[in-house]
């Protein structure tokens, strides 16, 4: 099956700091999306972003699809951006199943 | 915008009682899905619904789960005799379409269900 691979794992950064988050997929997508899991446990839609580049406010993504990775971008961290942030995606030749990374984990220290 | 609301956001049930976790999908969406993450871990797919039935399920839904379409709004999981390893929050996602183009697929808040 598709490998869907995210890193860092963690990442622990000072407030104001700036971050990338990487996705690398094995195979080709139809969809792909950005989550951002707070603390609470819920899962907010950040991106849909199959090819391209999208900005909103301080976070932007990149998907190279033909490359098979996306990048999300966070500037000027502040401690609400801490929690989980996954990438989920889908094939054309598996329906419309969202298959989700591992997820990065992140920390804003004040 | 539009949400998709699950109820209730937290259930505790004693081990081989059922439980129903609801769903409203928005309202134009037409495709629904249940996914399960167990605390600690990656968010894993259990099934989709389209068109009054199940389009696709992963091995994780077995003949213990099952889910409905009640009426014009709601979207239901039930699990009928529920396991302790079945303590997970279940998130409800519904899309315009099959492939989710232009928005994406839209995620409830969870129901976080733990079983005693």
């Known amino acids: 099956g598709i490998q869907v691979e995210q890193s860092p794992p963690d990442l622990i950064l000072q407030e104001g700091a700036n971050s990338t988050l990487r996705c690398n997929f094995s195979d080709s997508v139809n969809n792909l999306q950005w989550f951002h899991q707070n603390p609470w446990g819920q899962l907010i839609n950040l991106f849909y972003?199959?090819?391209g580049t999208k900005q909103n406010g301080r976070l932007s993504a990149t998907t190279v699809a033909t490359e098979r990775y996306s990048l999300l971008y966070i500037s000027s961290s502040q401690t609400t951006d801490s929690g989980v942030y996954f990438c989920?995606?889908?094939?054309?030749?598996?329906?419309?199943?969202?298959?989700f990374g591992q997820g990065t984990e992140l920390s804003v220290k004040p | 915008e539009p949400e998709v609301t699950q109820t209730p956001s937290h259930q505790v049930t004693q081990m081989g009682q059922e439980v129903i976790l609801r769903c409203v999908p928005i309202s134009n969406h037409l495709y629904f899905y249940w996914y399960r993450q167990i605390l600690g871990q990656k968010v894993e797919f259990l099934v989709s619904?389209?068109?009054?039935?199940?389009?696709?399920k992963s091995e994780i839904f077995d003949d213990q789960f099952s889910v409905e379409r009640p009426d014009g709004s709601n979207f239901t999981l039930k699990i009928r005799s529920t396991k302790l390893e079945d303590s997970a929050m279940y998130f409800c996602?519904?899309?315009?379409?099959?492939?989710?183009?232009?928005?994406?697929?839209?995620f409830g808040s969870g129901t976080r269900l733990t079983v005693v």
């Open positions: 996602a519904s899309s315009e379409g099959r492939y989710a183009k232009a928005r994406g697929y839209t």
């Open positions: 619904f389209y068109n009054n039935e199940i389009s696709e």
């Open positions: 989920a995606l889908s094939l054309y030749n598996q329906g419309g199943k969202l298959i």
């Open positions: 972003i199959p090819s």
